[in-house]
């Protein structure tokens, strides 16, 4: 197991959902479910994090906002895609200004669905992401190249 | 009391500081947080947290700016390593100051050097805290050498009465920078543990990786650094209630992060200049009273 | 000895030739030699007088002695009547008042003054000597190229080179004058001859600003002026005893004569070091150009000043007198370093720390102990070196960005990289831990601990502050310097020629005196101290701290080698801005559909470091000090004067 | 339960400052700025507030017909008015804060302007194609 | 005292223990009446499309012909709407969530026939 | 030579919550200017109302917003209703009433820890979070939904509470409002809170009422405006009154959010007590035809719904005033002059509710 699972801090970016599966994220830090207990910390900088926490859907808008914080982020990193919005667009996802689930912008690794995801369903995310992110350690040490 | 660099106990000092710093900083952090976590009725990061997070930081890619900035942060760490190892060498404490002084600015410039709107706020933030802690360290050890009369820490830790005893309100200042500089609220401006800041990062909003890594081992030995002024106070004249003071002195600083909010950068200036004038200077003047 | 008055004589000399010489790469070259004789005789002064402690000249003329006074007659003459023709009547009266007591003290003294001895030379008066002889010369190759640049970008100012080396030489002239005087109307003369000196180049734009400023330190100096020629007037009027006109003599005498002489004199030092009330002056100065503002009024001229109050220090040593100077220094360097918190303007940075540098020489010197007269002489030494690096560098900056504002700056390490590694290293001279200034600080610290308390710990509150503000200033000037918000190529030439060759010679200069420190101060400063002090010199630095700071020198040296590992397998990504969108470089989607560009400025904090606010604190702290001050001479007086 | 009474006025553009400026004088707050398109008119209701009195102006206006902006007599108006240009493509004149279509940035133009721009239900062949994508 | 008023709840909060679920380990928390996922007694069912109607976010599609009931994972937004709208009240919502998964779409098929239900997940 | 910084706040920054950009000119950390700008998060669901017919766009309209979702569809609903001239059973009314104060508490508490938060006092924003799982517990417990409740539905509730349940409610509260009190005392007389909040982003009462501001806001510059009062749902019978600070600066926008909480209780404890049996909702036949402008009090402040019909299935414009929107002018004003580290604090003390105001 690669340190990157014992301290993975995610960062959160409120793509364009409609702030349930936001503050689901949130209520993931505070006292009742405490994802510190894992060594998460929301950083809020993606130069700082190594898990991306999307929620809501992509709009052309924010396209452009959730490819540079994936971009600043460091590798090995993973995303993960909350609530239906980020997974499909979910129920907005035939509005004008909706392109979408964040899958179609960046390489999603964890889709967490439910509207709004519950705080344990997101938990049970990060852990998983966990596993791709040790992978992904495994793989760029194997490749020399963090791809 | 006439200190030398080359003799062995000053090296076992030194050595025994740079091997053991991290991981002494890095639990007493980690109990930090785990103690932070239940004042906030959560359960808390394992207490070896800490280490798992730097050592996570040096699996990580390491992205820049500019290549340069992992020079000025490498200088940082050195130099805080050597503040450390002249201080528990045994050494000029004011040169130890000095080291650190010159420790930060090379923080400060490795922020700088980013070109970073939130590093350049956080690191004229850090000036300005450096700027506010300065004046009581320089205090403080002045003070110490009024009492031991002895510039040199392995001078002033033997001295045969604690220098506490004459030195209350010096203790106290140092007590209100240490807040400061262990980047606790209400002091934690440049940059936070947690993130909710209006600076993000601040200071190391552009560090990642080892960079990162870099810094956070640089603060596990200022820490560590920092605990030893404290206990010069005390010396091997009560060693023991030195211990117990600065566990007292740890956990109120736990408690003081967790029951005050950030303040604004004029007021902390004003506050721990006004708190070394206090403090400080009057507890200095007062020496030539008794 | 001749090689004193050589020294003397020779820029005279070139002096004169300038003023015939016209425009053009003859005079070039010829400024150029004659920068290098005189920089090379001051070395040789060095080698020749090393360990032989103090010798005096003998000139024995009585014609040479009238000489004198008549051209200080002329200089005073000179002031006046330019002083008319502007109008500034307060200044000519000052001015009168000056040559007035100095005629009478001259000529109804009581007592005989002989003609022996009035030059002399020891240590101190080496170091003054190689600091002039080697950092002026430096400027003057400096302002070969500097000048040159200046008047094609100032084409409204009157090209009167002519008269700019004539001065800058007179200059250099007159300053060896004051280091080797040991007749104190001598020094008194060389001393007017300074000011003059300083009023010509700071009035050198002839502008109106720069005639206001010019008068403005010409009055401030003649104030100092008329405290010099009052110790000359008690000197030769009350003491009733010539010997004391010679500086070693006086000094000798212990402060039960000499206090009320030396105050005197001390208090001129205060106005030509530009200790506040006085340091307006200084700042005001700043209008010259840059070379000027480096060899007036940073790295020599000033050092004038505190280089009568180190001499009288000894006979300071734990008296009130000497302690109100002190505090004068102290309330100097805490303000002064406040005040250059609130500046963007970089010479006016300079300025105040340069004010608030010769504070702390001020500081050490009241303060009179062994230790203190030491880091005095260690605090002149750095700084002179890396203040004038500074102004320098500043200048070459100031040719290329035509601003002199630091917020100008940003990013020069990647514009003009040379300039930039340079004026760090002047930067981290002035106040970073193994450099040089900082060893004084720590010295200064060590010597305020054992002075009269418990003044001593009020020094020290005001030290401990005022370094705190200094780390500020310095460090966020070192950060503009560094920071670089968008990459871009070099400039192929930097400056001049000679305006890099004077910057590579000053960087040399400020690494070597810090890794020869412990020689300087063991063969150079300790001797003096000795001698002065009558006996041995307590262990002032322990040889562990001396190796402790060359080793983080050292490291230091050696740490920018990791740049070279630092600069491969990183991945280089933009700046971190909020993530907004269309970010290329430092701009960035703003609101209202607006491309905006990242803007980075230091802070200033006016709020708290206003310079009028603080000023005018400052001006009426020590004012209320030097009235205490005279309060003191004029208690003094009744039982000096016999 | 309590049914909250209607009350509209229709007024025309050109008197729309003037019985703004009225209902400013007269105490009222401004509730909101609301377009809606019917038919080829858009028609701006502009509510008013004052003490649980809720009360309407109500202007109607055509494609390309500029309205005039009221954000000189009520400084907050421009978020409404911004809004309504960048939905509707109304153009409104004179707001004192213009963000020239950048409050709100649609990646269809004017939405509301546009008949029926929601998208339509995936094609079975879309998902197919992205289906292969995936895999 | 003014400057620590926090103090209080901090001890409190100390000497009641975290709060915290320390969750994968204890169960999470559910009620009864909590909304979780649509599941279908396929059997039941009579393919009228009447869900599929009433679905705010297209989850659902019925293909009558063949009996197939569909459900997209992705896109069910857990309202209920369905289950009220179903006739033969075959439809109902249970307090279980759905588990994170790595790929999407995530549809769940059903095909009405004799057998029980057959669930394939595709992605 | 310009001093200015000029910092990129935003869209993506730790102290928001949600995408909102600043585009910061600093002069020392004095913020010269500050332009807010929207826009990420629009989504155009206003549109959807031609694709869904008018009972099922009840779900569209409480996903406008997570945190104001049941209040919103009250006001959708009731629009509807209104329109149809539907007499909603008066329990619903009760059961809309109680909900209505459990998510004013959800979202109050939410937002007294962002705000503390904000100003870098993280025991508090964990306090108050700690406290908000629990009134989240007794809605998911009630509706089936923690944050997005989807209970309410045209013509009624869809979910019935026990009377035996509400009882249980009541005294849960009870416990929970001495924490409550404790957290708001922390509000109100810590030095640090006090140093961060009074007198930071002062609008005057003449200046809120001007800008059109709602809500806390408003009511903490002096404003009494409170839709509630207004006697929509069951508010009409109940006693309370709108909670006033006249302040006008964060500290009292904070206190208007902290007393509402110790009021919110007690209007639930109010209506528990008064709320009658019978129904909870009616059958709807037939389409709306006609237009209604629905207001309502959300925890924000006042947002209005307004809903035009001609008699189709597709109701033929829904527009969706919220909160939020109103009191971006004020938001504009009193950043003018503030610090760099009030910001977040200031852009906090709105509550900003981006999704709300983008829809």
């Known amino acids: 197991?690669?340190?990157?699972?014992?301290?993975?801090?995610?960062?959160?970016?409120?793509?364009?959902?409609?702030?349930?599966?936001?503050?689901?994220?949130?209520?993931?830090?505070?006292?009742?479910?405490?994802?510190?207990?894992?060594?998460?910390?929301?950083?809020?900088?993606?130069?700082?994090?190594?898990?991306?926490?999307?929620?809501?859907?992509?709009?052309?808008?924010?396209?452009?906002?959730?490819?540079?914080?994936?971009?600043?982020?460091?590798?090995?990193?993973?995303?993960?895609?909350?609530?239906?919005?980020?997974?499909?667009?979910?129920?907005?996802?035939?509005?004008?200004?909706?392109?979408?689930?964040?899958?179609?912008?960046?390489?999603?690794d964890v889709y967490v669905p439910g509207c709004a995801a519950r705080p344990e369903q997101i938990i049970d995310g990060i852990v998983k992401a966990l596993g791709i992110l040790d992978k992904k350690y495994k793989d760029s040490k194997k490749g020399g190249d963090f791809k | 009391?006439?200190?030398?660099?080359?003799?062995?106990?000053?090296?076992?000092?030194?050595?025994?500081?740079?091997?053991?710093?991290?991981?002494?900083?890095?639990?007493?952090?980690?109990?930090?947080?785990?103690?932070?976590?239940?004042?906030?009725?959560?359960?808390?990061?394992?207490?070896?947290?800490?280490?798992?997070?730097?050592?996570?930081?040096?699996?990580?890619?390491?992205?820049?700016?500019?290549?340069?900035?992992?020079?000025?942060?490498?200088?940082?760490?050195?130099?805080?390593?050597?503040?450390?190892?002249?201080?528990?060498?045994?050494?000029?404490?004011?040169?130890?100051?000095?080291?650190?002084?010159?420790?930060?600015?090379?923080?400060?410039?490795?922020?700088?050097?980013?070109?970073?709107?939130?590093?350049?706020?956080?690191?004229?933030?850090?000036?300005?805290?450096?700027?506010?802690?300065?004046?009581?360290?320089?205090?403080?050890?002045?003070?110490?050498?009024?009492?031991?009369?002895?510039?040199?820490?392995?001078?002033?830790?033997?001295?045969?009465?604690?220098?506490?005893?004459?030195?209350?309100?010096?203790?106290?200042?140092?007590?209100?920078?240490?807040?400061?500089?262990?980047?606790?609220?209400?002091?934690?401006?440049?940059?936070?543990h947690h993130a909710h800041q209006e600076l993000v990062k601040g200071l190391t909003t552009e560090f990642s990786g080892s960079t990162l890594g870099m810094t956070e081992i640089a603060h596990l030995y200022e820490l560590v650094f920092l605990l030893g002024f404290l206990f010069l106070f005390f010396g091997t004249a009560a060693p023991l209630i030195g211990i117990?003071?600065?566990?007292?002195?740890?956990?109120?600083?736990?408690?003081?992060?967790?029951?005050?909010?950030?303040?604004?950068?004029?007021?902390?200036?004003?506050?721990?200049?006004?708190?070394?004038?206090?403090?400080?200077v009057l507890n200095l003047l007062a020496l030539y009273l008794i | 000895m001749d090689l004193l008055i050589f020294l003397i004589l020779f820029p005279l000399i070139a002096a004169i030739l300038m003023l015939l010489l016209p425009n053009g790469e003859i005079r070039d070259a010829i400024v150029k030699i004659a920068a290098l004789i005189i920089a090379v005789s001051s070395v040789y002064l060095f080698i020749e007088t090393f360990g032989k402690g103090i010798s005096y000249v003998t000139i024995g003329s009585e014609t040479v002695g009238m000489a004198i006074l008549l051209c200080e007659l002329v200089v005073a003459i000179f002031i006046i009547a330019i002083s008319l023709k502007f109008r500034k009547y307060i200044v000519a009266a000052l001015a009168i008042v000056q040559t007035?007591?100095?005629?009478?003290?001259?000529?109804?003294?009581?007592?005989?003054?002989?003609?022996?001895?009035?030059?002399?030379?020891?240590?101190?008066?080496?170091?003054?000597?190689?600091?002039?002889?080697?950092?002026?010369?430096?400027?003057?190759?400096?302002?070969?190229g500097y000048m040159k640049g200046?008047?094609?970008?100032?084409?409204?100012?009157?090209?009167?080179?002519?008269?700019?080396?004539?001065?800058?030489?007179?200059?250099?002239?007159?300053?060896?004058?004051?280091?080797?005087?040991?007749?104190?109307?001598?020094?008194?003369f060389f001393w007017e001859i300074t000011t003059l000196c300083s009023f010509l180049l700071i009035g050198y734009a002839m502008d109106e600003i720069a005639w206001k400023n010019a008068f403005w330190a010409l009055l401030l100096n003649t104030i100092g002026g008329v405290g010099f020629s009052g110790a000359i007037l008690f000197i030769l009027v009350y003491s009733g005893n010539g010997d004391f006109i010679y500086l070693n003599n006086l000094i000798a005498a212990g402060p039960v004569f000499a206090m009320i002489p030396a105050a005197l004199i001390a208090f001129a030092g205060l106005t030509k070091s530009a200790q506040m009330p006085f340091s307006s002056w200084l700042v005001g100065a700043m209008v010259a150009p840059t070379p000027v503002s480096a060899l007036l009024h940073s790295s020599t001229m000033v050092k004038a000043g505190?280089?009568?109050?180190?001499?009288?220090?000894?006979?300071?040593?734990?008296?009130?007198?000497?302690?109100?100077?002190?505090?004068?220094?102290?309330?100097?360097?805490?303000?002064?370093?406040?005040?250059?918190?609130?500046?963007?303007?970089?010479?006016?940075?300079?300025?105040?720390?340069?004010?608030?540098?010769?504070?702390?020489?001020?500081?050490?010197?009241?303060?009179?102990?062994?230790?203190?007269?030491?880091?005095?002489?260690?605090?002149?030494?750095?700084?002179?070196?890396?203040?004038?690096?500074?102004?320098?560098?500043?200048?070459?900056?100031?040719?290329?960005?035509?601003?002199?504002?630091?917020?100008?700056?940003?990013?020069?390490?990647?514009?003009?990289?040379?300039?930039?590694?340079?004026?760090?290293?002047?930067?981290?001279?002035?106040?970073?831990?193994?450099?040089?200034?900082?060893?004084?600080?720590?010295?200064?610290?060590?010597?305020?601990?054992?002075?009269?308390?418990?003044?001593?710990?009020?020094?020290?509150?005001?030290?401990?502050?005022?370094?705190?503000?200094?780390?500020?200033?310095w460090a966020k000037w070192m950060g503009k310097l560094i920071e670089v918000k968008k990459k871009s190529s070099p400039l192929k030439k930097e400056a001049t020629s000679p305006e890099m060759f004077t910057l590579y010679c000053l960087t040399g200069l400020t690494v070597i005196t810090c890794l020869l420190f412990p020689l300087i101060s063991g063969f150079m400063i300790e001797p003096y101290i000795v001698e002065v002090y009558n006996g041995t010199v307590s262990q002032l630095l322990s040889l562990n701290n001396m190796l402790i700071m060359l080793m983080m020198l050292v490291l230091i040296l050696l740490l920018p080698l990791s740049l070279g590992h630092f600069s491969k397998g990183r991945t280089v990504v933009g700046q971190y801005m909020g993530a907004r969108p269309g970010v290329s470089g430092v701009s960035f989607a703003g609101s209202m559909g607006v491309t905006k560009e990242v803007e980075l400025s230091n802070y200033y904090m006016e709020e708290f470091f206003g310079e009028e606010k603080l000023s005018k604190t400052g001006v009426i702290l020590t004012i209320i000090l030097l009235i205490v001050f005279a309060a003191v001479i004029i208690l003094n007086l009744p039982g000096m004067v016999m | 339960m309590t049914i909250e009474e209607q009350?509209?006025?229709?007024?025309?553009?050109?008197?729309?400052?003037?019985?703004?400026?009225?209902?400013?004088?007269?105490?009222?707050?401004?509730?909101?700025?609301?377009?809606?398109?019917?038919?080829?008119?858009?028609?701006?209701?502009?509510?008013?507030?004052?003490?649980?009195?809720?009360?309407?102006?109500?202007?109607?206006?055509?494609?390309?017909?500029?309205?005039?902006?009221?954000?000189?007599?009520?400084?907050?108006?421009?978020?409404?008015?911004?809004?309504?240009?960048?939905?509707?493509?109304?153009?409104?004149?004179?707001?004192?804060?213009?963000?020239?279509?950048?409050?709100?940035?649609?990646?269809?133009?004017?939405?509301?302007?546009?008949?029926?721009?929601?998208?339509?239900?995936?094609?079975?062949?879309?998902?197919?194609?992205?289906?292969?994508?995936?895999? | 005292m003014k400057l620590f008023s926090m103090t209080k709840t901090i001890f409190k909060t100390l000497g009641r223990g975290p709060s915290t679920i320390r969750y994968p380990k204890e169960p999470a928390k559910r009620y009864e009446g909590t909304r979780g996922q649509v599941e279908i007694k396929i059997e039941d069912c009579i393919f009228c499309g009447l869900c599929s109607m009433h679905c705010p976010s297209d989850a659902i599609t019925v293909d009558k012909p063949v009996k197939i009931w569909t459900i997209d994972r992705f896109r069910c937004i857990s309202c209920n709407s369905c289950v009220e709208a179903c006739p033969k009240n075959c439809l109902c919502l249970n307090n279980v969530y759905h588990e994170p998964v790595l790929n999407g779409p995530l549809t769940e098929s059903f095909t009405g026939s004799a057998e029980p239900a057959e669930v394939s997940s595709e992605n | 030579m310009s001093r200015r910084i000029v910092v990129p706040f935003g869209p993506q920054h730790p102290v928001l919550p949600e995408p909102i950009h600043l585009d910061l000119v600093l002069e020392d950390e004095h913020v010269i200017e500050a332009i807010p700008s929207i826009g990420y998060v629009h989504r155009g669901l206003e549109k959807l109302v031609e694709k869904r017919d008018f009972k099922d766009f009840v779900y569209i309209a409480e996903r406008i917003c997570g945190i104001c979702s049941f209040i919103h569809s009250v006001g959708y609903c009731q629009g509807i209703e209104n329109i149809m001239d539907i007499e909603v059973p008066k329990r619903a009314q009760y059961l809309r009433t109680i909900w209505s104060e459990y998510s004013r508490l959800h979202s109050h508490l939410l937002w007294l820890g962002l705000f503390a938060d904000s100003m870098g006092f993280e025991n508090l924003f964990m306090n108050s979070w700690r406290i908000r799982e629990k009134i989240l517990d007794a809605m998911e417990e009630t509706t089936g939904g923690r944050v997005i409740q989807g209970s309410c539905k045209v013509g009624g509730v869809r979910r019935d509470i026990s009377d035996s349940k509400l009882k249980d409610m009541v005294k849960d509260l009870d416990i929970l409002s001495s924490d409550i009190e404790d957290l708001c005392h922390v509000f109100f007389d810590d030095d640090t809170v006090i140093h961060r909040t009074k007198g930071v982003g002062v609008i005057s009462k003449e200046a809120a009422y001007s800008l059109g501001a709602v809500g806390p806001t408003a009511r903490g510059s002096g404003v009494s405006t409170d839709i509630r009062k207004t006697g929509y749902v069951a508010y009409a019978d109940l006693?309370?009154?709108?909670?006033?600070?006249?302040?006008?600066?964060?500290?009292?926008?904070?206190?208007?959010?902290?007393?509402?909480?110790?009021?919110?209780?007690?209007?639930?404890?109010?209506?528990?007590?008064?709320?009658?049996?019978?129904?909870?909702?009616?059958?709807?036949?037939?389409?709306?035809?006609?237009?209604?402008?629905?207001?309502?009090?959300?925890?924000?402040?006042?947002?209005?719904?307004?809903?035009?019909?001609?008699?189709?299935?597709?109701?033929?414009?829904?527009?969706?005033?919220?909160?939020?929107?109103?009191?971006?002018?004020?938001?504009?004003?009193?950043?003018?002059?503030?610090?760099?580290?009030?910001?977040?604090?200031i852009v906090l003390s709105i509550d900003p509710c981006i999704g709300c105001a983008e829809r």
Request: proline share 4%.
């Open chain 4, 7 to 135: 009350k509209y006025t229709d007024i025309m553009k050109e008197d729309l400052l003037k019985n703004v400026k009225d209902k400013c004088e007269s105490g009222y707050r401004l509730v909101q700025i609301g377009c809606g398109k019917f038919g080829d008119i858009f028609e701006i209701n502009y509510s008013f507030e004052k003490e649980y009195s809720f009360e309407n102006l109500r202007i109607k206006t055509t494609e390309g017909e500029k309205v005039p902006s009221i954000s000189d007599i009520y400084w907050g108006s421009f978020i409404y008015e911004n809004e309504i240009h960048d939905l509707f493509g109304v153009e409104v004149t004179g707001i004192n804060l213009d963000f020239k279509g950048n409050l709100i940035r649609t990646t269809v133009k004017a939405p509301f302007n546009v008949k029926n721009v929601t998208k339509v239900k995936p094609e079975k062949k879309e998902t197919a194609e992205k289906k292969t994508e995936d895999n």
């Open chain 6, 239 to 345: 006693d309370f009154s709108p909670v006033v600070e006249t302040g006008g600066d964060c500290y009292a926008r904070c206190a208007v959010r902290a007393r509402e909480l110790l009021q919110s209780v007690d209007i639930i404890k109010q209506a528990v007590d008064a709320v009658p049996s019978g129904d909870i909702d009616v059958k709807v036949k037939g389409n709306p035809d006609g237009e209604y402008f629905s207001r309502v009090e959300q925890p924000r402040g006042e947002c209005l719904h307004y809903i035009k019909a001609n008699g189709k299935k597709n109701i033929l414009r829904e527009r969706v005033r919220t909160p939020t929107t109103a009191n971006i002018p004020a938001l504009v004003k009193m950043l003018g002059g503030c610090e760099m580290a009030d910001v977040p604090v």
């Open chain 3, 150 to 188: 200046y008047h094609e970008k100032h084409a409204d100012v009157k090209d009167n080179r002519k008269l700019f080396f004539f001065v800058m030489f007179l200059f250099l002239s007159a300053m060896f004058g004051v280091v080797f005087s040991n007749h104190i109307v001598w020094l008194f």
């Open chain 2, 244 to 280: 117990a003071v600065i566990l007292i002195v740890y956990f109120l600083e736990v408690f003081v992060d967790n029951a005050t909010s950030r303040v604004k950068w004029q007021f902390a200036l004003k506050s721990c200049w006004i708190v070394t004038a206090v403090l400080g």
């Open chain 3, 306 to 473: 505190v280089y009568v109050i180190v001499r009288f220090a000894p006979i300071f040593e734990l008296s009130y007198i000497g302690v109100l100077i002190s505090l004068v220094g102290g309330v100097t360097f805490l303000l002064a370093s406040a005040i250059a918190i609130g500046q963007s303007n970089a010479k006016k940075v300079l300025a105040y720390s340069t004010i608030a540098n010769l504070g702390l020489v001020v500081a050490c010197a009241g303060i009179g102990t062994q230790e203190a007269v030491w880091a005095a002489i260690l605090l002149i030494i750095f700084h002179a070196v890396a203040k004038s690096l500074l102004f320098l560098a500043v200048g070459s900056v100031e040719h290329q960005k035509k601003s002199r504002d630091i917020e100008d700056m940003s990013g020069l390490i990647s514009t003009m990289p040379k300039v930039a590694v340079m004026m760090l290293i002047g930067i981290a001279g002035m106040f970073l831990a193994p450099f040089g200034m900082l060893i004084s600080k720590w010295a200064t610290i060590h010597a305020f601990v054992n002075a009269l308390p418990p003044f001593g710990m009020l020094l020290i509150a005001m030290i401990a502050y005022g370094s705190g503000i200094t780390v500020f200033f």
């Open chain 1, 1 to 108: 197991m690669s340190y990157l699972t014992k301290s993975p801090w995610i960062i959160h970016y409120d793509a364009s959902s409609c702030n349930g599966c936001d503050i689901e994220v949130l209520a993931c830090l505070t006292p009742l479910y405490d994802v510190e207990r894992f060594g998460i910390i929301n950083t809020g900088n993606p130069k700082h994090a190594d898990i991306f926490v999307v929620t809501g859907s992509v709009n052309e808008q924010n396209k452009e906002v959730i490819k540079n914080i994936y971009n600043q982020m460091p590798k090995p990193n993973v995303v993960v895609g909350v609530g239906i919005c980020a997974c499909s667009g979910g129920v907005f996802r035939e509005c004008y200004n909706v392109s979408g689930g964040v899958g179609e912008l960046i390489p999603v």
């Open chain 3, 100 to 144: 007035a007591i100095l005629v009478y003290a001259e000529e109804f003294a009581s007592v005989e003054t002989g003609f022996l001895n009035e030059l002399f030379v020891d240590e101190f008066s080496v170091i003054m000597a190689l600091i002039i002889g080697i950092i002026g010369s430096l400027i003057c190759v400096y302002s070969v």
């Open chain 2, 1 to 192: 009391m006439t200190f030398e660099f080359f003799t062995n106990s000053s090296f076992i000092g030194a050595v025994l500081f740079i091997l053991f710093a991290p991981l002494i900083g890095g639990i007493v952090m980690g109990i930090d947080r785990k103690i932070t976590a239940r004042m906030q009725g959560r359960v808390g990061p394992p207490v070896l947290q800490p280490i798992y997070d730097i050592l996570k930081l040096f699996e990580k890619e390491n992205m820049v700016v500019y290549e340069s900035q992992n020079f000025w942060i490498l200088s940082y760490l050195i130099f805080i390593v050597v503040t450390g190892v002249l201080f528990f060498a045994g050494s000029d404490i004011l040169l130890v100051i000095f080291a650190l002084t010159l420790a930060h600015v090379f923080l400060i410039l490795g922020a700088y050097s980013t070109g970073s709107p939130y590093a350049h706020v956080g690191a004229e933030r850090e000036l300005i805290q450096l700027m506010a802690v300065e004046p009581m360290i320089i205090i403080a050890a002045v003070g110490l050498y009024q009492v031991t009369n002895s510039f040199d820490t392995a001078g002033i830790i033997q001295s045969t009465f604690a220098p506490v005893i004459v030195l209350p309100g010096i203790f106290l200042g140092m007590v209100y920078i240490l807040t400061m500089k262990l980047r606790k609220s209400p002091f934690d401006l440049s940059t936070s």
